[in-house]
């Protein structure tokens, strides 16, 4: 049996991460995930959320550890959790009116940050909300040391991954169409970004 991922992170911050939710979904009637992880936080938000449908995704090595939390959880607005690498060029979806990601800019490779925001710029609806949750550097610096610490972990295992500067994110968001609404603090250095799709075309 595939033993069940767990993150402590995640448990950390699901709380201060559902209260901003609960405001910015509301609207919404499906939420789509990109990199679930472990799958807590798609558990977590569905069971808090029942008005929700929710779609966890993730690269295939990971969709047998989210499976397992989505089928203990049991939950009818719970979806099966489905493949998504951003750097297919066909995602499994044709429009998207609301979209969460935790954790993963500092992951993906700088490319696959640009990539992701190309996708979302046709696959958003007009008004669709976008959050997303993660460090971010601001003004080129690092906002704490634990921050910069965890930066130099990040490159010692891969050169390609790291905290992103905020204002390049925002400019890659802002040419998908995106406007930044809020900048949440959140624990651990953290932020939650809450973003709308408002196309001027």
């Known amino acids: 049996m595939f033993d069940k991922p767990f993150s402590q992170a995640c448990e ?13 979904f509301k609207p919404v009637s499906k939420v789509w995930e990109i990199g679930s992880g472990t799958g807590q936080h798609a558990c977590y938000f569905a069971e808090k959320l029942p008005l929700l449908q929710w779609q966890p995704t993730d690269r ?33 979806v044709q429009a998207i009116d609301a979209l969460f990601t935790a954790n993963t800019l500092h992951i993906l490779s700088w490319q696959e940050v640009t990539t992701m925001f190309e996708r979302l710029k046709t696959l958003l ?26 930066d130099n972990w990040l490159k010692a295992r891969n050169p390609l991954s790291g905290i992103r500067d905020s204002e390049a994110v925002l400019a890659l968001a802002e040419a998908a169409g995106l406007q930044l609404l809020e900048d949440e603090a959140m624990p651990a250095n953290n932020r939650l970004w809450v973003m709308q799709k408002s196309d001027v075309n």
């Open 12 to 24: 950390n911050n699901k709380d201060p991460i559902l209260q901003v939710l609960r405001n910015v």
């Open 60 to 92: 295939d090595e990971n969709i047998p550890g989210i499976s397992r939390w989505v089928i203990e959880a049991g939950l009818d607005n719970l979806l099966p959790p489905l493949p998504l690498d951003v750097n297919e060029p066909v995602w499994p």
């Open 125 to 150: 609806t007009q008004d669709a909300r976008l959050c997303i949750y993660g460090p971010f550097n601001y003004g080129g610096n690092k906002t704490c040391a634990s921050n910069a610490r965890f």
